[in-house]
């Protein structure tokens, strides 16, 4: 937990809103996302495995978010633009779990809110 309050440290409240959909947040108030995030795992070749976030409110900045997850969990990632469903986190490996339990100690998403799809 250490390294993680770290990363955030130079951030505001809530580190990954755009700048021009900010927000002005009490500490008491949080702003939670509405709808559902989820989380999908997709096979590549052999072990290899790719896992996608899809349904974070195109308020936030999903490429700070990914960058913030590719250091604090030693994996590589990218914003895929679906034309359907929108900017889509992909992170490689199996890190479902790991994304979902970040997602709510920042206060993006609350547990009822998220749905870890697959295996």
Known sequence: AIFRQMAFDSL???PFRD???EVEVDEK???YQEGFIHFRIQQR???KTLTTVQGISPA???KKMV???KKIHACNGCVVEHPEFGEIMQLQG??????ARFLVEIGLARED???VHGF
């Open 60 to 62: 936030y900045d999903l």
């Open 94 to 99: 199996d890190q479902r779990n790991n994304v």
């Open 45 to 47: 070749s052999g072990r």
């Open 12 to 14: 505001n409240l809530d």
């Open 29 to 31: 108030q949080k702003v």
């Open 19 to 21: 700048a021009a959909g």
């Open 67 to 69: 960058k913030v997850l």
């Open 113 to 115: 809110q998220i749905k």
